[in-house]
């Protein structure tokens, strides 16, 4: 059974940092892009893609907007993808989830919400003055 169990989060001030962690089971995690994503909850809005990683190679993805504050990575190691949060704003209060979806006849670098089918449990983030 894949199963993706996030860590970190919580209450964090304005230019603050956080790091989440996103530990995944039941894959060959190699074969498989990890990739970090947020909503607002009550905002109509779907997940928004923030960054991506294709576990076998180490290579990230980032929208353009995201580029800079945000910084996927993965430690094979230990099964595990992070998301390092710099520069923290109140508009970054969200819940970040980690998703996964296999690496092979994905699209998984465009960071779209219908690509992954693998879900964490989701996190808080909150970003206060």
């Known amino acids: 059974e894949v199963q993706l169990v996030q860590s970190g989060g919580g209450l964090v001030q304005i230019g603050g940092s956080l790091r989440l962690s996103c530990l995944a089971s039941?894959?060959?995690?190699?074969?498989?892009?990890l990739a970090w994503f947020r909503q607002v909850p009550g905002s109509g809005k779907g997940r928004e893609g923030l960054a991506s990683i294709s576990t076998k190679d180490g290579q990230p993805f980032y929208p353009d907007s995201k580029k800079g504050r945000f910084t996927i990575s993965s430690d094979n190691a230990k099964n595990t993808v992070y998301l390092q949060m710099d520069s923290l704003e109140p508009e970054d209060t969200a819940v970040y989830y980690c998703?996964?979806?296999?690496?092979?006849?994905?699209?998984?670098?465009?960071?779209?919400?219908?690509?992954?089918?693998?879900w964490g449990q989701g996190t808080q983030v909150t970003v206060s003055s």
């Open positions: 998703a996964a979806v296999r690496t092979s006849g994905t699209y998984y670098w465009l960071l779209l919400e219908y690509v992954y089918d693998h």
């Open positions: 039941g894959f060959t995690f190699e074969d498989y892009a």
